[in-house]
Structures are given as structure tokens and as C-alpha cells.
């Protein structure tokens, strides 16, 4: 019997539990039907007190918890409220909520207290664990007490107390938690996770730590699917050397994506940044500010409305109001790009690039900076403050290491150099125009200016042209060079023409006039007769930016027309000698010291032959002069074409004769008697 039993036993223990749990239940409410009809009439419990509404009823029969399982059951009644006492493997059920734990009370069939290994399911993925719990069955509110674990999927949340309500599946804690999600860990005192949205709200001391970053936060929300994290207080997050604060804005932790809205701040070993938005793609690594943006990194500094940072490839774009800074240079224009493994940055829109002592406007610019070359188009304008110089073209190429420029194009397809010169302004055009530095001049501001091809120079006081000309800063001397045509000179009424002409400035004003090989001068207060002096070197000296005297020497010729006090023509003079020295006053011939076996005639005014008094080679040049700043650029002021090229102009366009020259009595002739021309 003892083994056949124990074998029945093992076999049937199921069926015997579940008889015995059906006995139980009987015998529960047999003993308590018996004990209530055995209590006198007026012992009973008054029917009003029994939930007998239909109301009540219904509401108690809807809100029901039923009991599935337990070991022991055990009922009472005390009153009007009943209690279930559950123990053991106790299963309850309300729709498709279930509890299960090792004890429970059930109060009138609505409110359970469960204890020891509590576990609450919710669907097929929300779970929650917990020691103890309290459960309203009408309010549908759980209470969940000691070691709390909530799973929904593969996220879990770890407290030591949870309110649970089913209805919102929403759940609560005050005392602090934890959620885990794959290698995200999440901690906070407070928190509401809405299950069914798989949103969790954290509030305070939020601290989030992932193998990528750690977060710390005022107030977070999470939401369990997506991944996404939604900053809604301030927030810090660090990542290795990087930094980012916020108090709005999202994360996309499974996408790496992110977007800081309210006092972003950015920070990574020296770089900062601000903006009103701050990006953050990780997988292209991406760095986006946007509204009121700034970026800085050691003496680099960048703002602008849009700034976008290509941490791969080591490229900033800025756009809108741009602005960037260095060590070095300081950039403004409406768009930059800078690449700073490549090291060459470009500009778009109006751009200003202050590189001191120099300045360069343009309408876009690109620069390398390993190779020190960059290139400005459109409306150029560039500045040297040290050497008081501006060149206005088209388009400009530079070296900054070497302060090379070459400007071509601008007004009329030629670039305009500007400079002062003793308070009055300077204009300088011509086809191409080059800006160096002097190497063997230790100043680094020393510069030397290259202009070639119709080189025109227009000052209120002189005026010049050539076919190219060079300009030092260091011994502010101009030297003008011929090619198709010698260079002509002009100061007030003469004009100094040579094979190579050079102009030497003193305290910004002109000092002297070098001429070499073949100088000549013509000189005429009326352009009626014009005064001339010819050698094959000749230097003009100046005073207050007056002629003073001019000094000949080799092969001297000149032609001068004396006049009186009054201005009357006396008589016109011409010598040959070995050197001269001649003396102005008003721009007019005083006096002249001839050298070295001087020959000369003087001639009574209506005597002379004024035409046959022009020397070989004589041309009095008006076509050209420039008597304007337009005149730069006027083409009818061209030099001649190579066919008529030489160092006049041809006999058709030189000055014309005296009129009424061939009369004696139109020549305005003096009343005074002839002066003696001073010779030794």
C-alpha cells in the first residue's frame, strides 16, 4: 500500500491539489453561510448595509479581482466588508491584468495586498516585480513596495516603490530608480514611465551612463523605443573630451543624432561653441550651430548664423554674417569655409580679410595656406596702411608670406592704385598691376609697386605716363621705363620726357626729377611759345612741389623765351653747350648758367623763326595728360599703336604752330629792352 499510494500520489498530485483547493473554497463559504443563518433575526446584518445596490453591484462585480489559484484560501466577513485571505502560489486575475505572489487580501473583492514575490503582467511585455504590493481593483492602481523591478521588453526599471496605474499603464516613482536599456543605464529620483508610449519622464539628479557618453540632467525624457532622449532642463553630457550643456533638445542615442535648443553649449579639449541650436550627427560627425553661432579653439574664433563643424574632415563652414579670427587674420564675409587639414579657406559674398598692416575686400576669395597663394575676385579693393597704398581691380592674386599681389581688371578692365602723397591723392592705373615686398629692406613694411602696359598717373599737381613703372617704398622714388613710348611727366606747365624717367619723393612730396638718356623739357606758361632743354641727362629739383632749377649735362641744348616783369616776350634765346644749370621761379625760366663753351643767339621776338626754334624730337603732348581721374581711364588717352610709336608723337599730333607766328606783328613782344641772358 505505502509505495502504490505514494506512486498514486505523485501521479495524481495535481488533480489532488486542485480537489482540495475546490474543497477548501466550499468549506469557506459553507462555514460562513452556516454561522451567518444561525445568528438570531435580530443579530443579522441589515440588508441595507449589504452591497445590494445595483450600482454598487455592478461597479464591485466590474471591478472585480478573481482568484485563479492559492493553497489556502480563508474568508471573512466582518460587517459589511469582506476579506480573502490567499496563501501560497496565489494567482489573481482582473480582464487582462494578472498578479501572482505567496500572499494576498483581497477586501471586498477590489483591493488586494499581496506580499512576497509579487509579480503584476500587464500584456504579453509589461511586467512588474516587486516584495509587496497594494492593488485598488477600482482605481486600477498598483502600490509596489521593496526590491521594484518593472520589464517592458528588454527595457527594466529598477526602485524601491512604483505606483502603477493600469488604467494609463502608467507608472510612477519618488524614492529614486533605475532603467536599463541594452549598455544605457538611467537613474533618477522621480519618474513617470507611460508604458504603452514607452515614454519615461525623469526628474531630478538625472544621470544617464552609456559606453559612448554620460549625461547628467535637471529633468529627461526617454522614450524606451526610439531611443530618444528629450532634454528638458539643463543638462550636461560628456563625452570623452567633449562637453555639451543644454536646457532643451533631443538625443537619438540609437542613431547617434542629437539637437541642443536652448543655451547649447559645446565644448571639446580647446574648442567651444555656443548657439541658439546646437546639431550633432555622430555617425558623419557633424557639428552644426545655428542662431547667434560662435565657435573658438585657442586664438581661432568663428561667428556667424549658421556655423557647421566636419570633425572627420576637419572642415568649418560658416554662413551669414561670418565671421572668423586667428592669430593672424581676422575674416569677414557672408560665407567661409575653412579646411584646416588641406589649410586653405574660401570666402563667398562681400568678404573683408584684414591681415595687418594689410586689407583685402573682395566679392569671394580662395586661399591656401600651406602655399601662402590665394586668389580675390569681384570689386576688389586692397590696402597696405603701412605704405598708404590702395589698389581697386577686378581680380587679385597674393602670397601673404610673401606680401605678393598682382591686381588686373576693375573700372574699364584696369586696376586703380590710390596713395597720398603730402595730403593730396594719388591715382595710378595701367593693365596689370604688382605689389612686392623689398627683401634686402629689413622693415617689413618696405614695398615695391610694378605697373605695366599704359601705365597713366593722374595728381592734382603731376601727372604722368609710361609704358611701365616701378615704385619703391624705401627710397620713395618712382622710376617710369618706356616701350612703345618714352615716359612723359608733367608738373603744372612742363613736361619731362626721357628713356627712363625717375621721381624721387621727400616727406611726400617731390623731391627731384631724374632724367636718363635723351631728357627733354618743354616748358610754355601759354602754349605759345614753349621754352626747351635737352641733354642726355637732366635733374629737375623741387620746392613745395615747385620746378626750382634743372641741371644738364651732356650735349646741352636750350631754347628760352625771356620775358619782362609785365609777361611780354623780350626775345627767345638758344645755346649749345657741354652742361647748363637753369632757374624757375612760378614755374617760369629766371635765369640760366650755361658751362663749357657756350654758343649762343638771341633773337628780338619778330626776328625769330619759332618754328625752326623747335628742337629734333620736340612734341608738346595734350592728348595724353591726364587732366582728370576719368582721364585714366578714357581710351581715346591710349598710347599711339606701334606703327606711330616712337619718342614723340607723330607730326600730326604734336603741338601746332604759333598762330600768326609768320606774322612779326601778331607776337606779343615787350616794350621793355631785351635782359642779358647770364652766361659763364
Not at 488586494?112 to 516585480?129: C, E, H, L, P, R
Not at 522621480?190 to 544617464?208: A, L
Not at 549658421?306 to 572642415?315: C, M, P, S, V
Not at 627683401?439 to 605716363?465: E, F, G, N, P, T
Request: proline share 4%; with cysteine; hydrophobic share 35%.
Amino acid at each position: 500500500m505505502g509505495p502504490f499510494y505514494c506512486q498514486e500520489n505523485e501521479m495524481f498530485a495535481p488533480e489532488m491539489k486542485q480537489l482540495q483547493r475546490h474543497i477548501l473554497l466550499f468549506g469557506a463559504f459553507l462555514m460562513a453561510a452556516v454561522a451567518i443563518s444561525a445568528q438570531p433575526a435580530g443579530q443579522r446584518p441589515s440588508p441595507r448595509l449589504a452591497p445590494t445596490s445595483p450600482t454598487v453591484q455592478d461597479t464591485l462585480k466590474k471591478n472585480k479581482v478573481d482568484v485563479d489559484h492559492a493553497d489556502v484560501f480563508e474568508y471573512i466577513q466582518r460587517k459589511d466588508t469582506v476579506f480573502q485571505k490567499l496563501n501560497g502560489n496565489v494567482e489573481l486575475r482582473q480582464d487582462s491584468v494578472y498578479m501572482y505572489c505567496d500572499t494576498a487580501v483581497i477586501k471586498n473583492n477590489t483591493h488586494v495586498t499581496a506580499n512576497g514575490k509579487v509579480i503584476i503582467q500587464q500584456g504579453d511585455s509589461t511586467s512588474v516585480f516587486a516584495d509587496s504590493a497594494m492593488y485598488d481593483g477600482i482605481l486600477r492602481i498598483a502600490e509596489l513596495y521593496g526590491d521594484v523591478v518593472l520589464v517592458n521588453g528588454e527595457q527594466k526599471l529598477f526602485t524601491d516603490r512604483l505606483t502603477y496605474d493600469l488604467t494609463q499603464k502608467l507608472a510612477t516613482y519618488s524614492n529614486g530608480a533605475t532603467l536599463t536599456l541594452d549598455s544605457t543605464q538611467l537613474t533618477s529620483k522621480r519618474g513617470y514611465y507611460y508604458v504603452q508610449e514607452r515614454q519615461i519622464y525623469f526628474k531630478d539628479s538625472v544621470i544617464v551612463v552609456n559606453p559612448e557618453f554620460h549625461l547628467r540632467s535637471d529633468t529627461l525624457g526617454f522614450n524606451t523605443e526610439t531611443e530618444v532622449v528629450s532634454f528638458l532642463g539643463p543638462t550636461l553630457i560628456s563625452s570623452d573630451s567633449t562637453r555639451i550643456y543644454t536646457e532643451d533638445g533631443y538625443y537619438d542615442t540609437k542613431n547617434n543624432l542629437a539637437a541642443f535648443t536652448r543655451n547649447a553649449q559645446f565644448q571639446k579639449g580647446e574648442q567651444e561653441a555656443t548657439a541658439d541650436t546646437i546639431r550633432y550627427d555622430g555617425g558623419r560627425s557633424l557639428y552644426s550651430l545655428e542662431g547667434n553661432a560662435r565657435f573658438e579653439e585657442g586664438e581661432r574664433r568663428a561667428t556667424a548664423d549658421f556655423i557647421r563643424y566636419d570633425e572627420a574632415n576637419d572642415k568649418t563652414f560658416l554662413s551669414g554674417n561670418a565671421r572668423y579670427q586667428d592669430e593672424k587674420q581676422d575674416i569677414v564675409a557672408d560665407e567661409i569655409t575653412y579646411d584646416a587639414k588641406k589649410e586653405t579657406y574660401s570666402t563667398r559674398g562681400r568678404s573683408v580679410i584684414s591681415d595687418p598692416p594689410q586689407i583685402l575686400l573682395a566679392d569671394q576669395v580662395d586661399y591656401n595656406e600651406e602655399k601662402g597663394l590665394g586668389i580675390a575676385l569681384g570689386n576688389v579693393i586692397w590696402r597696405d596702411t603701412s605704405a598708404e597704398l590702395t589698389i581697386v581691380c577686378e581680380a587679385a592674386e597674393y602670397d601673404r608670406k610673401t606680401d605678393y599681389l598682382k591686381a588686373s581688371g576693375g573700372r574699364d578692365g584696369r586696376p586703380l592704385l590710390i596713395t597720398t602723397i603730402e595730403g593730396d591723392s594719388l591715382f595710378m592705373v595701367s593693365d596689370t598691376l604688382l605689389a612686392i615686398r623689398e627683401d634686402s629692406v629689413a622693415s617689413d613694411s618696405a614695398r615695391q609697386l610694378i605697373a605695366y602696359y599704359d601705365v597713366r598717373i593722374y595728381k592734382s599737381d603731376m601727372q604722368a605716363v609710361c609704358d611701365s613703372l616701378s615704385y619703391k617704398s624705401s627710397d620713395s622714388t618712382f622710376y617710369f621705363f618706356p616701350l612703345r613710348q618714352n615716359p612723359i611727366v608733367w608738373s603744372d606747365t612742363s613736361q619731362f620726357t626721357a628713356d627712363t624717367v625717375m621721381m624721387l619723393l621727400a616727406d611726400d612730396k617731390i623731391d627731384k626729377i631724374f632724367m636718363r638718356n635723351n631728357g627733354f623739357i618743354v616748358n610754355s606758361p601759354d602754349e605759345l611759345f614753349f621754352n626747351q632743354v635737352k641733354g642726355k641727362n637732366v635733374t629737375a629739383f623741387f620746392e613745395e612741389n615747385e620746378l626750382r632749377r634743372m641741371a644738364v649735362v651732356g650735349n646741352a641744348e636750350s631754347v628760352y623765351y625771356a620775358r619782362d616783369e609785365g609777361g611780354g616776350y623780350v626775345g627767345v634765346n638758344k645755346t649749345v653747350c657741354s652742361e647748363m644749370l637753369l632757374y624757375f621761379g612760378d614755374n617760369q625760366v629766371d635765369q640760366i648758367k650755361f658751362f663749357t663753351e657756350p654758343r649762343a643767339e638771341m633773337k628780338p621776338m619778330k626776328q625769330a623763326d619759332h618754328e625752326a626754334l623747335r628742337m629734333a624730337g620736340f612734341f608738346w603732348e595734350k592728348i595724353r595728360r591726364p587732366m582728370s581721374l576719368a582721364d585714366l581711364f578714357d581710351p581715346g588717352k591710349a598710347p599711339p599703336s606701334p606703327a606711330s610709336a616712337g619718342r614723340g608723337r607723330p607730326a600730326e599730333e604734336q603741338a601746332p604752330p604759333v598762330e600768326g607766328a609768320s606774322d612779326p606783328a601778331a607776337i606779343p613782344v615787350s616794350t621793355e629792352p631785351a635782359g642779358e641772358t647770364e652766361k659763364e
